[in-house]
């Protein structure tokens, strides 16, 4: 189980839970119903299992300026 991942498996079913940071700006509801759709048929189609849910938290929001301040603390360019 990756960070901000985590995945309940059963016989024939899964079960997804997402943590997510987004893009300032994005609209949320965008962003969580396409990762939504892109989850279910990716498993699907890799695993052949059901997926019945997918829960997505979104976390943070990743601001442009964020970027700034961690190039400025970076030892190496």
Request: no cysteine; hydrophobic share 45%.
């Amino acid at each position: 189980v990756g960070r901000g991942v985590k995945v309940e498996v059963g016989e024939r079913q899964a079960a997804i839970d997402l943590e997510l940071v987004v893009e300032y700006g994005v609209p949320i509801t965008d962003v969580a119903q396409d990762v939504r759709e892109n989850v279910i048929v990716a498993v699907e189609r890799i695993t052949g299992l059901e997926v019945v849910e997918v829960n997505i938290s979104i976390n943070d929001v990743h601001l442009p300026e964020d970027d700034h301040e961690i190039a400025a603390d970076s030892r190496v360019e």
